[in-house]
């Protein structure tokens, strides 16, 4: 009888041991697969990322080749403005589109406004408060021309961003809120702490919120830096995208009017305060090539008739020097997103300034 127990609780003991090793062999085979797809999976988001990599030494090498042949000008019938893209490879697709830099208003444009400002105030403290041109003495009607609608002076691109905003309607949207977030731009983008106009932030107002932060003093990274910029709200922020860009550490401000699209006239209008009818007629009647010096752009009956100053003329440009390639490459199953900012140098050379990954 006793023999009998003694084998029941040795089979028990065998089949729980049994049980056991049943479930870590099986654990051990789920790790094991886990791993063997982490690694499929790893070398197929690699494939698919030197994939995005080739999109991106392939637009180098397509924008070294228009620019040695057509070095003077920048314009919409050549290859890079094609449009969205896409080449079938092996197990994948490889989409891109480039994008001209300088078709937009390139917001880091207003750290050169925070700079004129901070300058202007110190010229100012040494003479008593009294408002005083840091520029030239030639520049004087460049002041007039330098208004925003409320009459403050103000930097070119600076202005063209208030006038841009103003004239998205937005609801909820007036002349005064644009002017704010241009202000509280200005102040982000500068390298105090001293709050540049009535409606700039900085430290202290950041410091103040729920969730503290502040403000970046540099240039802004991305569109989307606005997000956390006072006065900024998401309705504007998507108004903006199609007509603004960020050129990471530049302050450049140099519009091309040979890629500025007709369905972005708005800018032009924005830029020039001329009517958008007539940015829009001007855009429509440009030859395919574009225009071959920005004389004759201004020379349209539409701009010759607006007597649009020396200085608004200067911020235009018929070559490009940044460009953004938007890649997107697919391998089986596994997708790679890529933005990258280039630069063309003296028409030689293209530099990669700036890459993003992800949407």
């Known amino acids: 009888m006793l023999d009998k127990k003694v084998r029941g609780v040795a089979l028990i003991t065998v089949m729980l041991i049994v049980a056991l090793a049943a479930i870590l062999a099986t654990q051990m085979s789920g790790r094991l697969l886990l791993q063997m797809q982490r690694t499929t999976n790893i070398g197929l988001n690699q494939q698919a990322y030197w994939y995005a990599m080739g999109a991106e030494a392939f637009t180098r090498r397509v924008l070294l080749d228009i620019f040695k042949d057509e070095p003077d000008t920048t314009n919409l019938s050549q290859p890079w403005a094609q449009g969205e893209t896409s080449f079938p490879v092996d197990n994948g697709t490889i989409t891109g589109e480039i994008v001209d830099l300088q078709a ?3 917001l880091n444009a207003l750290r050169a406004s925070a700079t004129s400002n901070n300058q202007a105030s110190s010229e100012n403290q040494s003479n008593n408060g009294q408002v005083k041109n840091i520029k030239s003495n030639n520049q004087t009607n460049n002041q007039q021309n330098n208004r925003s609608p409320s009459g403050k002076k103000s930097a070119p691109a600076k202005t063209a961003l ?6 998205l309607d ?47 003093n540099n240039y802004l990274a991305s569109v989307d830096e606005l997000r956390v910029v006072e006065h900024f709200t998401v309705p504007v922020i998507q108004a903006l995208r ?17 890629t500025i699209s007709v369905e972005h006239a708005l800018l032009l209008h924005a830029v020039l305060n001329i009517p958008q009818e007539d940015a ?20 349209a009956p539409e701009l010759a008739k607006a007597n649009i100053s020396a200085d608004k ?13 938007k890649a997107n490459a697919s391998f089986n199953d596994s997708f790679f997103s890529l933005n990258s900012i280039l630069q063309v140098i003296d028409n030689k050379k293209i530099e990669v300034i700036s890459r993003r990954i992800g949407k």
Request: aromatic share 14%.
């Open 104 to 106: 937009c208003l390139n």
């Open 162 to 167: 208030i006038e841009l905003i103003t004239s």
């Open 170 to 216: 937005i609801e909820g949207i007036s002349q005064f809120e644009a002017e704010y977030m241009a202000d509280a731009l200005t102040d982000w983008l500068d390298t105090d702490s001293v709050i540049s106009s009535a409606g700039g932030a900085e430290d202290n107002d950041y410091a103040a919120k729920k969730f503290a932060y502040l403000p970046a």
């Open 242 to 258: 199609e007509y603004v860009c960020v050129i990471p550490n530049s302050d450049l401000y140099k519009l091309n009017v040979n």
């Open 280 to 299: 829009e007629q001007v855009l429509s009647a440009r030859d395919e090539k574009g225009f071959k010096s920005v004389e004759d752009f201004f020379k």
């Open 313 to 325: 003329k200067q911020q235009f440009v018929v070559d490009s020097e940044y460009f953004k390639l």
